[in-house]
T-cell receptor, first 116, second 112 residues
Framework: AQSVTQLGSHVSVSEGALVLLRCNYS??????LFWYVQYPNQGLQLLLKYTSAATLVKGINGFEAEFKKSETSFHLTKPSAHMSDAAEYFC??????????????FGQGTELSVKP | ETGVTQSPTHLIKTRGQQVTLRCSSQSGHNTVSWYQQALGQGPQFIFQYYREEENGRGNFPPRFSGLQFPNYSSELNVNALELDDSALYLC???????????FGPGTRLTVL
């Protein structure tokens, strides 16, 4: 069975500092991996996805993530944090192609705070 | 292009009642998935609908049921509401074989 573990339920950084949100996955098949962001009282917005193409994936708002099979990791980074990045971030793995019973399995989430 | 919409935005029910939540999928999307997100938790998969039939289900009891209509919109029905059913319910739509699910804003259900 697939699973996702996000290390750190809360991360705090200063504006302009590096953002690093950690995600480790467990999967018996080549995984499809995702990072979503959730702002207060809103749904989920896709930041980026890994679907077995390039291991370094670039997303929206300056975020990127690197797929490391040997470490079973898919950490999310951003070189310089902005106040507007404060939100909840979720890492997710898909069981398979959507439409093939490909449900998303989410981690517990990491709340990112950005200090001025 | 219209995104995923959900109604109502908020809902308050009492224990034992029944509730219906609605979702309109994004244009061109034929698959709808429902997730429950309890406070402070990640979303949990409830079930998915494809071609008007359930296509995968998570660890939720039968009192959680759904429908998908010919226009691909969907309903989530919950019977005999319990306090623990209080959560944000998210609907996501996608295309067959696609890897990306597009989420709606959610319905906040409070059970008193």
């Amino acid at each position: 069975a697939q699973s996702v573990t996000q290390l750190g339920s809360h991360v705090s950084v200063s504006e302009g500092a590096l953002v690093l949100l950690r995600c480790n996955y467990s999967s018996s098949v080549p995984p499809y991996l995702f990072w979503y962001v959730q702002y207060p009282n809103q749904g989920l917005q896709l930041l980026l996805k890994y679907t077995s193409a390039a291991t370094l994936v670039k997303g929206i708002n300056g975020f990127e993530a690197e797929f490391k099979k040997s470490e079973t990791s898919f950490h999310l980074t951003k070189p310089s944090a902005h106040m507007s990045d404060a939100a909840e971030y979720f890492c997710a793995v898909s069981e398979g192609g959507v439409g093939q019973g490909g449900k998303l399995i989410f981690g517990q989430g990491t709340e990112l705070s950005v200090k001025p | 292009e219209t995104g995923v919409t959900q109604s109502p935005t908020h809902l308050i029910k009492t224990r034992g009642q029944q509730v219906t939540l609605r979702c309109s999928s994004q244009s061109g999307h034929n698959t709808v998935s429902w997730y429950q997100q309890a406070l402070g938790q990640g979303p949990q998969f409830i079930f998915q609908y494809y071609r008007e039939e359930e296509n995968g289900r998570g660890n939720f009891p039968p009192r959680f049921s759904g429908l998908q209509f010919p226009n691909y919109s969907s309903e989530l029905n919950v019977n005999a509401l319990e306090l623990d059913d209080s959560a944000l319910y998210l609907c996501a739509s996608s295309i067959t074989g696609g890897n990306e699910q597009f989420f709606g804003p959610g319905t906040r259900l409070t059970v008193l």
